[in-house]
Each structure stands twice: as C-alpha cells, then as structure tokens.
C-alpha cells in the first residue's frame, strides 16, 4: 500500500525543512535505510531515511524548495499503484486555509471541482519554481544573479541561479529537464517564501495556466507582476520580451566568446560596487572563477586621455546602495526583539590580567594546544556561573528556568553577520579542552559547517571584541539567554597598588542583564567572582 513521505521535524525550532539534493527518482525501488534526499535546514544538511519499501512513485518537492513540517514529501508504494487518492486527501487537511476562496461559489459548487483543476495542470509539463525556505527564521531571499535566461534549455542538476539567504549564498539547481520559460524576479531584488521565481518545462507549455493556478492556491498577492509575462507565448518571444522588461534574463555577464563568467557572488557585489567590469578580471579560483582576491587585486587599465579639458572633477559627491543580506535581515530582527523586547541593564568592571598572562604563558608551554585569553574567560565564565546559578537562567514568559548545566555559547563573527556556537559543560572541561573545541566551532562556523547540536542549547552567551582593539562595549542579549558577557581587550596602564602606581594590564567586562530574570546584586555577584577567578587564574585548575 502507497505511504506518504511527509517532512519530519529536525530540530525543536525547525518550522520548514528545504530540499537540497534527491538522491532518488521516480521508478528507482527504495529499501528501507535508503537515502532518500538531503534535507537542509539554515545552519545544517541531513539525510531523509526511507522507512518504506517499495517504488519511488512521486517526488513532490523540488529540489531547493521549502516544505513545512509535516508537508508532503513523496510517496512510496507498489508499481503503478494508484497514488493520487492520497495526495487529494493530504491537499483536503487543508481546507481552512483555502476557505476564502470558497466565496467563488461560480467556480466551486462543490469540493469535487478543485481536484479536477489540479489534474488539468498536471497535464501540463512544465513545473513552477518556488523560492525556498533555506533556514528556520528566512521569510525572504535575494536572486543575487540568474545563471540561465528565458529560451536556454536546462538540465537536471544544472545551477539556474544563485540565491542569497540569511546565512548563505546557495546555488538553485533544477531537479527537472526542459526550458527556461520564465523569469518573474529580477537579480538583486527579494522573493518571499514561496514565492514564484521561474517556470521550467516543455518548450511551449502553456506556463500562463499554471501560474494562474499558482495564484489561485496561494493567498499571497505576490503572483501579480507574472502577469507582466503573460504575452509571453513561446520562449522565443518569451526571450525577447525578457530583455526589455526584464533585464535578469540577460543579466549575467558573458565573455566575447559567450559563455557566461564564473564568479563567486560576493566577487560580482564587489565588482558592482567597484564599477568595474567583471569580464576584464583573471578568476583564480577553481575552473577560473573569480573570488574575492581577483576583484581586490584587481587594476583597471588607465582610462585613455580626452584632453586637457577633461580634467578630473574634485570633491564630487558619491556613494554606493546594497541590499540587506538574509543573514543582517534576521541579525536585525531577533536582535530588535532582544533589545526592546528585554529589559536591558549594564554592570562594568576591570580585571587586573596581570596573573592571568603570566599563567597563560607557562601553561602554553606544556599546554597540547595553544591556551587564548578567550579560553581562560570561558573557562572562568563557567566556574562563576556555577557559583551564581542564577545568572544561568531563562525567560519563559510565566517561569524562569533555572539551568544545572553550563553551556556557553561563544558568539563569532562570519561574513554576513553572527553565529553563536556552543561549548556544552564548560564548567566541566579542561582549560585544552575548551581551547579545542572553540577553534574547531569556529572553524565550522566560519565555514557554514555547524550541525544543531553545535549551536543549540546556549545557557549563557560570550561575545569578545578585545582581539579587534576594542576596549570596552555592551552587547545585546542572545535568547533564551538572562545574560551576555561582553569582553575588551587587556590595555597596558597604570594600576594603583597598595598606595603605589605601577605599570599593569587591565581587561574591562561588561554584563548585560535581563533585568526581568537577574537583578543587579545578582549581576555583580557573577562579575565579583568572575575577577578573582582571572585574577588568580591557579583556581581555575583546581
């Protein structure tokens, strides 16, 4: 008997879950353990198992599409086994959703009619293209450039497009075979979740009517401008009309001998911001794609001279425009609800480091791994959570959680903005083991590579500015956290001591407080042994 494959529920936040890659098409024969697709969520790509066996029967999610939790996926059953019953009754639970448009009465005397219209459009061979839900908080993404344009032909595992999310710039592959009919959004502009982005198939397809059903099935008004392209009869003058109104067909940048420019997005931003004509620059990269290093080191020819008349014009005006990128949109949002959302108070204090450098330095020459100030404040971070548990706490809205384990988190900064890895049981490491397991989440984080149970679970959050000169600093508050500890760096000045003033190494911390969960005596009790913790660092050994 046929089963549905619905998308299964990865992480505690997980809402959608995107389609990276199939691994299986439709006829191939599944056992169960088979891989069926790689699901990819904003931070992590994991393996969807089969626990069916049977035929591939249908594949109901494109590749780089988003499904919510729960959605259907595919379905697996006998050979030729009748599916459709199933996919008509998934498509009934949702009725709630669709009852605005039971106001149609003309058009839909009775729930029977909606089936019947579906199967007028699977008789179409072409598919719509959908913008992906690539991460649990994107509402959002930006085609960053359009690798193919209306009229090319198109085939399975080509990359269409490159598409910028809140933590990545992912490449958009076509699960299907066929032509480029349509294009609806332009290379540098934004498409809501789900929102239409193109339309494959079958030179000649009549695209128009699955965009009306497109339209008819969402309650977004988004579809509107596709009606732009409704003349658009054949990719020939689909193509033609493109280049007009729509420059993203054309947009993408080729060499005189008309093949399209390798480069990384972030290379073609720069390139943009620059005004500087990417064709002209030698790509480095692998196959000869132009990165980063290719744009910066990058010197254009002298411009050839015009005359004497054609002086250079001083202190003329300028400046350049971006878009927000996914991640700075979703850094913004979260961190707005944090600031506004929480009540925020500060607690400032100095830490004489002097015993601190000293100790780091004996301890690096036997130490495995090469001990940094930032492991030395995890590890005291945690020695003093564990004798304040009430700064290891949580807003729920009705109850504080009180946490009995340490997890810290340690934010670090990436391309686009901000992860926040973890160190779980701090309190219980070796001051090697913290040093290990910082620089390998930084690399992973760094590198896009953070699995859930990396970065989940944060007790308490540390963000350190002191490696970039910055002496002092607050930082907001990262939920669920009550508390974030923001770190200077250590500045050569005079102490006094004991009546006397000497030459000494002063760290400036900063607390902020959650003031609806810790109150100040209890902030400044965690600062308290914070300080003699790294003021007296042989006690973080012990």
């Known amino acids: 008997m046929a089963e549905i494959i619905r998308m299964p529920k990865m992480s505690d936040t997980m809402e959608e879950g995107v389609i990276a890659a199939w691994l299986k098409k439709v006829g191939d024969t599944v056992k169960p353990g088979d891989i069926l697709a790689e699901v990819e969520t904003d931070k992590a790509t994991m393996e969807l198992e089969s626990y069916d066996e049977g035929v591939l029967l249908y594949i109901g999610v494109k590749e780089k599409d988003s499904v919510p939790v729960n959605g259907v996926i595919a379905v697996i059953g006998e050979k030729g086994e009748d599916y459709e019953h199933l996919l008509n009754g998934a498509e009934d639970s949702k009725p709630k959703e669709e009852s605005p448009k039971a106001e149609e009465k003309a058009a839909e005397p009775s729930k029977t009619e909606e089936p019947a219209e579906k199967i007028d459009v699977s008789d179409i061979n ?54 480029l009919l349509y294009i609806g959004v332009e290379a540098g502009d934004s498409v809501p979740v789900d929102g239409v982005i193109a339309v494959i198939g079958e030179k000649g397809a009549d695209y128009e009517t699955l965009l009306k059903a497109q339209k ?39 060499t005189s001998d008309g093949e399209r420019v390798k480069a990384s997005p972030l ?10 004509d990417i064709r002209q620059v030698s790509g480095s990269g692998e196959g000869g794609r132009i990165v980063k290093r290719d744009i910066e080191n990058f010197k254009p020819a002298a411009a050839p001279q015009a005359g004497a008349s054609a002086a250079p014009a001083v202190g003329q005006e300028s400046f350049t425009e971006e878009k927000v990128s996914q991640m700075r949109k979703v850094i913004a949002k979260r961190l707005a609800e944090s600031k506004f959302g929480a009540p925020h108070f500060y607690l400032t204090m100095e830490i004489n480091m002097d015993k601190a450098i000293e100790a780091r330095k004996s301890m690096n020459e036997i130490s495995p791994v090469k001990i940094s100030f930032n492991d030395m404040v995890i590890k005291a971070s945690a020695a003093a959570l564990r004798q304040n548990p009430k700064v290891n706490s949580s807003w729920l809205g009705d109850k504080i959680r009180y946490n009995d384990h340490v997890h810290i988190g340690m934010a670090v900064a990436v391309e686009e903005g901000l992860l926040v890895p973890v160190i779980r049981f701090a309190d219980s490491l070796t001051l090697s083991q913290i040093s290990t397991q910082a ?104």
């Open 126 to 179: 072409a598919m719509v293209v959908t913008m992906p839900k690539m991460s649990d908080t994107m509402q959002e993404g930006t085609i960053a450039s359009w690798l193919k344009k209306v009229g090319d032909e198109i085939k399975s595992g080509e990359i269409i497009a490159e598409v910028e999310t809140d933590k990545a710039t992912m490449e958009l592959e076509s699960y299907e075979d066929g032509t």
């Open 216 to 254: 008819a099935s969402s309650s977004e008004p988004e579809p509107e401008p596709k009606k732009e392209a409704a003349p658009e009869k054949s990719p020939e003058t689909s193509e033609s009309s493109k280049s007009n109104s729509e420059p993203v067909a054309t947009s993408a940048p080729v």
């Open 267 to 276: 290379a073609k931003k720069m390139a943009e911001e620059k005004g500087l």
């Open 439 to 542: 620089k390998s989440l930084g690399g992973k984080a760094k590198n896009k590579e953070l699995q859930p149970k990396d970065w989940e679970g944060n007790t308490f959050t540390i963000s350190n500015l002191g490696m970039f000169g910055i002496e002092e600093f607050t930082a907001i508050i990262n939920p669920p956290d009550s508390c974030i500890l923001a770190v200077g760096g250590i500045k050569e000045t005079v102490v006094v001591k004991n009546g006397e003033m000497k030459v000494g190494n002063v760290m400036k911390v900063t607390l902020s407080c959650d003031h609806r969960v810790v109150d100040g005596a209890v902030g400044s009790a965690f600062l308290l042994s914070l300080k003699s913790l790294l003021e007296d660092p042989i006690r973080l050994l012990v």
